[in-house]
């Protein structure tokens, strides 16, 4: 094995969550807890009234982590769910770590959703195009600032998946790595919403090309999904998103979550 690839997989071994994580997704738009088609927000699909009781149920369901988006912050720039978010950071109160993006353009707004007891916040316009506002992001609050990539075939799309940019997703991935992102969460936005599987061989790609961790997000289906996830771990492949898939029926949260702990590697079973 090269030792420039020997070396990225023990960076990667540093920097991965203890387990594969299966992260349930509560996307909020105007109080609720819905899902997109591929990011219109005219298509959206009401689950839940209570964003804090879903909350609840998937904690209750062994989730070890909760992915937030305000989707009217996405769409207009700026936070438009702070009370619900609140009320879901607070229901699960220090059992799991919450981490929430839409919306988040400066500072202030990041201090102020860390004090609320978000543990990561996810930035993802802001930092396509004020890549200086994430530079400072990251050396202000080390640890708690990770990107979101949506991309399709390669390229990234921003503002609510509304433009499409010519920029590489991997050349960012890179670029941000260096700023000292805590991971990359990496969208494919033909396949989010759609429920046609992950995208495996850009996740593998855009991985292969990072040290930091990457969160799968979009298309997650069935468990046969979390199978070929997990045979990715090793890639540096630590977690994936999952919203219309459970919210539906055709995934099986608790039981997804499950056999992801078993599938980890030996070493880390049982912890």
Same mark, same amino acid.
């Given at each position: 094995?090269?030792?420039?690839?020997?070396?990225?997989?023990? @960076?990667?071994?540093?920097?991965?969550?203890?387990? #594969?994580?299966?992260?349930?997704?509560?996307?909020?738009?105007?109080?609720?807890?819905? &899902?997109?088609?591929?990011?219109?927000?005219?298509?959206?699909?009401?689950?839940?009234?209570?964003?804090?009781?879903?909350?609840?149920?998937?904690? *209750?369901?062994?989730?070890?982590?909760?992915?937030?988006?305000?989707?009217?912050?996405?769409?207009?720039?700026?936070? &438009?769910?702070?009370? =619900?978010?609140?009320?879901?950071?607070? =229901?699960?109160?220090?059992?799991?770590?919450?981490?929430?993006?839409?919306?988040? &353009?400066?500072?202030?707004?990041?201090?102020?959703?860390?004090?609320?007891?978000?543990?990561?916040?996810?930035?993802?316009t802001a930092a396509v195009k004020t890549p200086g506002f994430l530079?400072?992001?990251?050396y202000a609050f080390p640890g708690h600032v990770i990107v979101g990539?949506? *991309? &399709?075939?390669?390229?990234?799309?921003?503002?609510?998946?509304?433009?499409?940019?010519?920029?590489?997703?991997?050349?960012?991935?890179?670029?941000?790595?260096?700023?000292?992102?805590?991971?990359?969460?990496?969208?494919?936005?033909?396949?989010?919403? #759609?429920?046609?599987?992950?995208?495996?061989?850009?996740?593998? @790609?855009?991985?292969?090309?990072?040290?930091?961790?990457?969160? *799968?997000?979009?298309?997650?289906?069935?468990?046969?999904?979390?199978?070929?996830?997990?045979?990715? @771990?090793?890639?540096?492949?630590?977690?994936?998103?999952?919203?219309?898939?459970?919210?539906?029926?055709?995934?099986?949260?608790? =039981?997804?979550?499950?056999?992801?702990?078993?599938?980890?590697?030996?070493?880390?079973?049982?912890?």
């Amino acid at each position: 094995m090269p030792l420039g690839r020997l070396v990225s997989l023990l @960076e990667k071994t540093v920097n991965r969550l203890p387990i #594969m994580l299966i992260i349930p997704a509560i996307d909020l738009k105007d109080g609720h807890c819905v &899902r997109l088609k591929q990011g219109e927000m005219d298509d959206a699909t009401v689950f839940s009234d209570d964003p804090e009781a879903m909350a609840r149920h998937w904690l *209750a369901q062994g989730a070890k982590r909760l992915h937030l988006v305000d989707l009217n912050g996405a769409f207009d720039g700026k936070p &438009r769910n702070e009370e =619900a978010i609140k009320s879901v950071v607070e =229901a699960v109160g220090e059992d799991v770590p919450v981490q929430l993006g839409g919306g988040i &353009r400066d500072l202030d707004t990041i201090e102020r959703y860390l004090d609320d007891g978000v543990s990561y916040i996810v930035v993802g316009t802001a930092a396509v195009k004020t890549p200086g506002f994430l530079h400072d992001a990251c050396y202000a609050f080390p640890g708690h600032v990770i990107v979101g990539l949506d *991309a &399709r075939d390669g390229k990234v799309a921003v503002e609510g998946w509304s433009k499409m940019t010519g920029h590489d997703v991997i050349d960012l991935a890179q670029k941000f790595q260096d700023y000292g992102v805590e991971a990359i969460i990496y969208t494919d936005i033909g396949r989010d919403g #759609m429920m046609t599987g992950l995208n495996i061989e850009a996740t593998v @790609e855009l991985a292969r090309a990072l040290t930091v961790p990457v969160i *799968a997000s979009g298309g997650i289906t069935s468990i046969k999904d979390i199978e070929k996830l997990c045979a990715i @771990e090793e890639e540096g492949v630590v977690g994936a998103i999952t919203g219309r898939a459970i919210y539906e029926g055709t995934l099986d949260f608790e =039981a997804a979550q499950k056999l992801a702990l078993e599938l980890s590697e030996p070493s880390e079973k049982g912890s």
